[in-house]
């Protein structure tokens, strides 16, 4: 745990509310407990109260149960399934419901007005509300009308906007090293906001509307700069390049920045691809055609084509090909499969007519059907296996012992798509690797030729 976790502290702790005990509610809920704060948790499912209050946490999430455990004890953190119970001493009520896209690409709020509602009709004081999931402009406004609709007069609602920047699979670490926090708070009266955060954490305080956006805007950006790596990476693989060389030098230069340029099968889970569709809504709501966007999401839908083309081209086609797929979950570290590339992948692979086996040490299906094959072990995924795909930047499959998959494998075509083997290993075990922008393809001749005519 990191050192910086420990020792921040509210100076003037408060009793909080928070509404979900998903992602990011139950990290919220945690991490607030842990600066000082007293926190009641409502969450709905009573199965997963009784399991939270007995420090069982449902998702994988490094560094939060010992965060859960250790509140519970103090009891600064308190989980329930009854809003007046939840709401009995807090004035701050932080809303961290899922705003799930709409067939339009909208998000759907209605999760984040009945949690409002339900807060406001079980409390007898003032509320403020935060509302901590991603929403279009304009929804605070919005949903402050809704609920002192719903609290007539006995009651005042303020609805502020304070968007989470977390990321899965780091989301205690992010929570406590924030590059920066946005409140958006358009009543200069709502002192209590100030006591939320520490108050030498990196603070921007400013109108809701602005908040707002400045989550839909860096989950977008995010997306065109992943785009932009995915395609680029593709030019390298035509002009005889290397994308990770390239990738470097250009992320080099501080007003780039490195992060978030790794190319891939696409980015994925609920965040990413939910957002740029969400900022491209709001655009077309003010007749604004946000074409960089567009034209990131585009590059993102089409990848799992690309790349089961690429595939395709490499094995001599895929009917009835077997192809053994490492990892399901939508990025490595987290059990979570929400809008996967590798599962994207998978269909597509099987729709083609390949049979897919596949293999992750954690991802949660929730259930749900899938039309391949799962397996408990790499080893086991890989028998007779055609080609091998890895699609899924979980740490242990740069670890795997090649010689032994290269023996049970039929054929001897990996592909790796998240830059995680060692291409010497590789080729001792006579492995082929293809890596993303990597290839050294026969148009490239086109490019010397040109280049020679340009020179003479
Ligand atoms: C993302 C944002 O990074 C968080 O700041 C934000 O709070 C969160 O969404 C949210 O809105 O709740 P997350 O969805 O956990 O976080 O995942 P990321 O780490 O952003 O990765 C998203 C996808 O992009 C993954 O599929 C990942 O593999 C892919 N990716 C990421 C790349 O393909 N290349 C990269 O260089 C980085």
């Known amino acids: 745990m990191n050192s910086g976790l420990k020792s921040a502290q509210v100076s003037e702790p408060l009793s909080l509310c928070v509404v979900g005990a998903g992602y990011v509610g139950l990290t919220a809920a945690a991490c607030l407990a842990q600066l000082g704060h007293f926190v009641y948790c409502l969450e709905a499912d009573s199965e997963k109260v009784s399991l939270l209050s007995q420090g069982e946490i449902p998702i994988y999430e490094p560094g939060l149960k010992e965060l859960v455990e250790a509140n519970l004890a103090n009891q600064r953190l308190k989980f329930t399934c009854d809003p007046s119970q939840a709401i009995e001493n807090a004035t701050v009520g932080l809303l961290c419901v899922g705003t799930p896209p709409r067939f339009d690409g909208d998000p759907d709020l209605s999760q984040l007005s009945q949690a409002g509602r339900t807060l406001v009709q079980s409390s007898d004081h003032d509320l403020i509300l935060v509302v901590k999931s991603t929403v279009p402009p304009g929804s605070c406004e919005a949903l402050e009308l809704i609920f002192q609709d719903t609290a007539e007069d006995r009651i005042r609602v303020n609805v502020c906007s304070n968007p989470e920047f977390l990321r899965e699979s780091h989301a205690v670490w992010d929570f406590f090293n924030p590059d920066r926090i946005v409140l958006g708070v358009d009543e200069p009266s709502l002192v209590a906001l100030d006591r939320l955060y520490p108050s030498d954490w990196p603070i921007i305080k400013t109108d809701r509307r602005s908040a707002e956006l400045v989550k839909y805007a860096s989950n977008a950006f995010l997306a065109i700069k992943i785009s932009f790596a995915n395609e680029l990476a593709d030019l390298c693989s035509k002009v005889g390049a290397n994308a990770e060389v390239v990738l470097a030098g250009v992320g080099a230069d501080q007003r780039i920045g490195s992060q ?132 899924t930047d979980w740490e242990e499959f740069g670890k795997l012992d090649y010689q032994y998959i290269a023996k049970l494998m039929r054929g001897y075509d990996v592909f790796d798509l998240v830059s995680k083997t060692d291409p010497i290993k590789l080729g001792e075990a006579g492995l082929n690797l293809y890596g993303l922008g990597k290839g050294f393809s026969i148009e490239s001749h086109s490019l010397l030729w040109t280049s020679l005519l340009w020179a003479m």
């Open 260 to 391: 978030f340029l790794k190319p891939g099968p696409g980015y994925g889970g609920s965040c990413l691809p939910k957002d740029i569709s969400g900022f491209i809504a709001v655009g077309e709501a003010v007749n604004l055609d946000l074409q960089v966007a567009s034209a990131a999401r585009k590059v993102n839908t089409q990848r799992s084509e690309d790349i089961a083309q690429r595939i395709e081209t490499v094995l001599g086609g895929l009917s009835n090909k077997k192809i053994a797929l490492l990892g399901l979950s939508f990025k490595g570290g987290t059990d979570d499969t929400r809008y996967s590339p590798a599962i994207g992948l998978a269909e597509v692979l099987v729709e083609a007519g390949a049979e897919v086996v596949a293999y992750d040490p954690l991802a949660n299906i929730f259930g749900k059907p899938i039309p391949f094959f799962r397996v408990e072990s790499p080893y086991v995924a890989v028998e007779d296996a055609d080609g091998l795909v890895i699609a």
